[in-house]
């Protein structure tokens, strides 16, 4: 079974700092998806990354690509609260989407 | 078209009783994934529909589960006898099947069984 670890799986930054959450997963998919979840909240689609190399960026946040390395970074620039939440990647295998383990990031003034 | 719908947003049962949830798509949207997520943890798969054809289904979902997508359009899911175990936030999720696959989640039913 397909397996998406994310790394850490908690973060607590202050703000201003940058920091990168890690997600590997162990299947071949060149389709990957990252999602922020507010608690109690449904999920938001953040970035949709469809090829090898595939890098988009939306304000502070900026998500990255390699397939050949099973690999996807959301990379947080100068994080702020706002920014607090938890974040999930998900893997898609043409049937389902497999999503990580979620990273849960707390931005502290 | 706002979006994913789905409903009711709560929903508290007694154990063994039967519960439904609904979700209505965005409608242009030709597939329709369910999701449970438990505290703390990521969305696991249930089940998809492309069209009306249910085309791929969890080994999370027993026999107790079922879905539905009539015409392709609303899905509805349905839990026999719940247990306290079923106790989750189901999620509903729709998209188009071709190059962007990306899926839109609807606001989630919250069930709890006491």
């Known amino acids: 079974e397909l397996k998406v670890e994310q790394n850490p799986l908690f973060l607590s930054m202050q703000e201003g700092k940058n920091y990168t959450i890690y997600c590997n997963y162990s299947?071949?998919?060149?389709?990957l998806y990252w999602y922020r979840q507010d608690p109690g909240k449904s999920l938001e689609s953040l970035f949709v990354l469809l090829s090898n190399g595939a890098v988009k960026q939306e304000g502070r946040l900026m998500a990255s690509l390699d397939t050949k390395a099973r690999l996807s970074t959301l990379h947080i620039t100068a994080a702020v609260h706002d920014l607090s939440a938890t974040y999930f990647c998900a893997v898609d295998t043409g049937n389902q989407f497999y999503f990580g383990t979620g990273t849960s990031l707390t931005v502290i003034p | 078209d706002t979006g994913v719908s789905q409903d009711p947003r709560h929903k508290i049962t007694k154990r063994g009783q039967n519960v439904t949830f609904r979700c209505d798509p965005i409608s242009e949207h030709n597939r329709l994934y369910w999701y449970r997520q438990t505290l703390g943890q990521g969305p696991e798969f249930l089940t998809y529909?492309?069209?009306?054809?249910?085309?791929?289904k969890s080994r999370l979902l027993s026999d107790r589960f079922s879905a539905e997508r009539p015409k392709g359009s609303f899905s509805t899911l349905e839990i026999q006898r719940t247990e306290q175990g079923d106790s989750a936030m189901y999620l509903c999720?729709?998209?188009?099947?071709?190059?962007?696959?990306?899926?839109?989640f609807g606001q989630g039913t919250r069930l709890t069984v006491v």
């Open positions: 529909f492309q069209n009306e054809a249910q085309l791929e």
């Open positions: 299947t071949t998919s060149d389709r």
């Open positions: 999720a729709s998209s188009f099947r071709g190059p962007n696959t990306e899926a839109f």
